[in-house]
């Protein structure tokens, strides 16, 4: 006769039922906490070892069936409890507090060592038609994908990176690193790779791995420098807050944080319509940014031989390892992420693959950690400098002053200037160390400061080519008009001098459509394909030898008014990205120094009335107080003073477009 084997539990099983009827009652969003969910599970085991016979056990899992669904729908029960219940009935039988059966295989074939294992569960039907749902409720989100911009998505993120909570630095860490919320805040393991926007993650959730040192290892794109990221989560985890979570549970860690969290990526992500909510769902989620993340990793960094799902179900760490990855059939779970489009500035499809592989290098497909830098050598050199006045200096004896003396003034002004050019906050020492490791660097610092300034840059670029496409268009239309009328005054034989001067205008616009088409050309457009030029009259008054195979309308170039922008919020948001444009533009590797911008009053309005909008000076210099300190080090990043606009012999709307 097998006896169970006595444990005790916390809490008495009526105990745990009436407060989880009393949660149900009150409308509670959280029934059963993970530890109460556990001691119910013992409770049934408990139960279980007395029952006699299968049908007793069938009518005990009934009956707990029963009890979880007064407080929760069937697929939550289906899909996450009931497994609780049946892992502490495996564990149970593995330990001998339930006896192993030998029981006859269910109707699929299945062998069960317990009656619990067998029957607390529910039929093959229910699982089926939730399978079904959830398929539906997919493909609908999958037929109409919602627009994202990837540089506002990632803006966000980095403005949520350099907030004042630690809520908001795990919002930006989910958005650029696609993990879940309890691997950012313990779970996880991020180490840098020898790939900038590459991190060797393991801690993944959901593999059943109770041990982090089991878990398998793998490689995940970051939407940011992946030094950035690693900054991040260091100043995230270091939070006194945060660190009080780090010895618990997934489960123990959402319940204490999920609220807040939420609440950050509703007011960031969903209210501002960065991210607009999915048909079917009550609002945005963590979930969502897992997808969108993994959209934008594709446009950046999938190979454009590669499927898309392969490339994200080996990000998402849906599958790990090449040998997996290479044997295995693709991940269900992948399909659940693709919910989203990216989108440009004028809401044109970006379909683009690896959009960054040429400029950044292939991401590995093994994890290759970047080697650790051994500690320096304690040297003198490297010891600490107490920064000195100049009267305290000019006290101390020669020897001394030529061998360590710094003024104070020149220390302090050193030091915040490499703290802030090298993103280092420490001591004298340490900013002194950084600027050492910089200096031996012999990398060209090509790579631009973020990916969403190369995702502006690039919007501005298709906008740019819009915008070249259509006054090429123009001046062939204006080429024709000329070369007619000068085919007209060849056929009535009039003046001679007017003639001439028709020729020599329509030589100068052969030459500027030959331009254009040449610049086209090297942006990636098609100027010399979609309008077919025509022969143009030689300078001699030679009649054409070809005519143009089609007649291209004139485009009579209009001056619409420009529309007031009254509402704030909306002026504000503008103001932000003539301001963005501007700095993004700046900070492209190849530009010129005479070719920057100072970022000013009068030539935000210039941007903003170039765009059809007009706004008070007033209200472009209360947007700018607000984003002075970033504007005065983006200036003195570049070396821009307030005259240097004076260098430009074009306006700005010639350069960019908002």
């Known amino acids: 006769m097998f006896t169970p084997l006595s444990y005790s539990h916390d809490t008495s099983r009526k105990e745990l039922i009436d407060r989880f009827r009393d949660r149900i009652a009150l409308g509670e969003r959280t029934k059963l906490s993970k530890q109460e969910r556990s001691e119910l599970a013992l409770h049934f085991v408990d139960r279980l070892a007395r029952c006699k016979t299968e049908e007793e056990a069938i009518a005990l899992c009934r009956a707990e069936i029963d009890l979880l669904e007064e407080g929760y729908p069937t697929a939550s029960i289906a899909n996450q409890y009931l497994p609780e219940w049946r892992k502490a009935i495996s564990l149970a039988v593995e330990e001998g507090r339930l006896p192993k059966q030998d029981l006859e295989p269910n109707q699929f074939g299945k062998f069960y060592p317990h009656w619990g294992l067998k029957h607390l569960l529910y039929p093959n039907q229910v699982h089926k038609t939730l399978k079904e749902k959830t398929t539906a409720a997919n493909n609908q989100k999958q ?48 180490k840098p790779t020898s790939h900038p926007y590459a991190i060797a993650f393991r801690g993944q959730l959901k593999k059943g791995i ?73 609002s945005v989620s963590a979930h969502n940014l897992r997808g969108i993340y993994a959209e934008i990793a594709v446009h950046y960094f999938c190979p454009p031989n590669q499927a898309t799902h392969r490339f994200v ?108 050019k090298l993103n280092v906050d420490g001591s004298h020492a340490e900013v002194l160390q950084a600027v050492i490791e910089f200096l031996q660097d012999d990398k060209t610092p090509t790579i631009a400061t973020s990916i969403e300034s190369f995702g502006s840059t690039f919007q501005w670029f298709t906008t740019e080519v819009e915008r070249l496409r259509e006054e090429n268009r123009s001046l062939i239309a204006e080429r024709d008009q000329v070369q007619a009328e000068l085919q007209q005054l060849q056929n009535q034989s009039q003046d001679q001098g007017e003639l001439e001067a028709l020729r020599a205008e ?27 030029a025509s022969s143009i009259a030689s300078p001699s008054g030679n009649a054409p030898t070809s005519q143009p195979t089609h007649q291209t309308k004139t485009t009579v170039a209009s001056t619409s008014t420009q529309k007031r922008m009254k509402d704030e919020e909306q002026a504000f948001g503008m103001i932000g990205e003539a301001i963005d444009l501007i700095m993004n533009w700046n900070d492209l590797p190849a530009r010129e120094f005479n070719h920057k911008w100072f970022i000013s009053v009068p030539i935000i309005l210039e941007l903003i009335r170039g765009s059809g909008y007009s706004m008070s000076q007033g209200r472009v210099q209360a947007a700018m107080k607000q984003r002075k300190e970033a504007i005065d080090n983006h200036h003195d990043n570049h070396g821009l003073g307030q005259r240097h606009n004076s260098r430009h012999d074009k306006p700005i709307t010639e350069d960019l477009v908002l």
């Open 506 to 532: 329509n030589q100068r616009l052969q030459s500027e459509v030959s331009q254009f088409q040449q610049i086209k050309q090297m942006l990636g457009g098609t100027a010399a394909t979609e309008v077919q």
């Open 210 to 282: 109770q041990s982090l040192d089991e878990a398998q290892t793998f490689l995940i794109a970051t939407l940011i420098e992946s030094d950035k990221v690693i900054a991040a989560l260091d100043k995230f985890r270091s939070h006194p807050r945060i660190q009080e979570l780090a010895d618990l549970s997934p489960d123990e860690i959402n319940s204490r944080l999920n609220t807040s969290v939420r609440h950050h990526i509703k007011r960031e992500f969903e209210d501002t319509e960065v991210v607009p909510v999915l048909i079917g769902e009550k």
């Open 313 to 420: 179900q080996a990000h998402l760490g849906h599958i790990i390892g090449e040998r997996e990855l290479a044997n295995r059939k693709n991940a269900g779970a992948t399909e659940h992420y693709f919910h989203y489009r990216l989108v440009g500035a004028q809401g044109q499809q970006l379909n683009e693959k690896g959009i960054l592989l040429e400029r950044f290098g292939a991401l590995p497909t093994t994890v290759e950690l970047e080697p650790e830098s051994p500690e320096p050598p304690a040297t003198e050199e490297l010891q600490e400098i107490e920064p000195m006045t100049t009267s305290q200096a000019e006290s101390q004896p020669s020897s001394y002053k030529s061998r360590s003396y710094v003024p104070a003034e020149l220390m302090h002004q050193l030091h915040d200037l490499a703290a802030h």
């Open 143 to 190: 037929d109409d994908l919602q627009p994202i911009r990837a540089n506002r998505f990632i803006a966000k993120a980095n403005d949520l990176l350099q907030g004042e909570t630690p809520y908001e630095w795990a919002v930006g860490l989910i958005a650029v690193t696609g993990r879940r919320f309890s691997e950012i805040v313990a779970k996880g393991e991020f």
